[in-house]
């Protein structure tokens, strides 16, 4: 069975920082890609960013330039994310796929306010 688990969200002011890592069963090189997507209320998922076993990584055009996805370890990915908005905030979720098969976390919260 295959488990994500996210954490590093919370409460952070406007320009400030936040690190979530998402904790995989397994080796991240078994996926096809990892990728961070988030959810904001009454809006759809989207994807935030992703890396791929080779290294490659792809960023959504509002996160660009401010963000880092990175391989930690053999079953950990990050994302740093830099001069936070309160339009970052929402619930960001780990998806790791492999095949067709697509696996979720639960999601952790990232609330940017003042």
């Known amino acids: 069975q295959v488990q994500l688990v996210e954490s590093g969200g919370g409460l952070v002011q406007p320009g400030g920082f936040l690190k979530l890592s998402c904790t995989i069963s397994g080796s991240i090189f078994r996926y096809d890609a990892v990728g961070w997507y988030r959810q904001a209320p009454g809006k759809q998922r989207e994807l935030v960013a992703m890396i791929f076993p080779t290294g490659p990584t792809r960023y959504a055009d509002a996160v660009q330039g401010r963000s880092t996805i990175d391989r930690d370890n053999d079953n950990t990915v990050s994302l740093q994310m830099n001069s936070l908005k309160p339009e970052d905030t929402a619930v960001y979720y780990c998806?790791?796929?492999?095949?067709?098969?697509?696996?979720w976390g639960q999601g952790t919260q990232v609330t940017v306010s003042s």
């Open positions: 998806n790791a796929r492999e095949g067709g098969s697509s696996y």
